[in-house]
């Protein structure tokens, strides 16, 4: 199926959950904000909340500094 990653499209597999994309995403083990379709998936449901076809991702990951 086909999403849409930070504006990209992005190839994945069906019922492939928001943990499984940030890891294949290379965004695993990193505190990261998503928003899918316009509305910010708490963390506590990566792992259960699978994508569907069009769904549109937004991934934000903070840098630190100083």
Do not use: I, K, M, R
């Given at each position: 199926m086909q999403i849409t990653l930070n504006g990209q499209p992005r190839d994945c597999a069906p019922a492939t959950t928001i943990t499984q994309l940030?890891?294949?995403?290379?965004?695993?083990?990193r505190r990261?904000?998503?928003?899918l379709n316009r509305e910010i998936v708490p963390r506590s449901q990566h792992a259960s909340h699978a994508l569907a076809e069009g769904d549109q991702v937004e991934i934000v990951h903070a840098i630190g500094g100083g």
């Open positions: 940030l890891e294949t995403a290379g965004y695993g083990g990261v904000a998503v928003e």
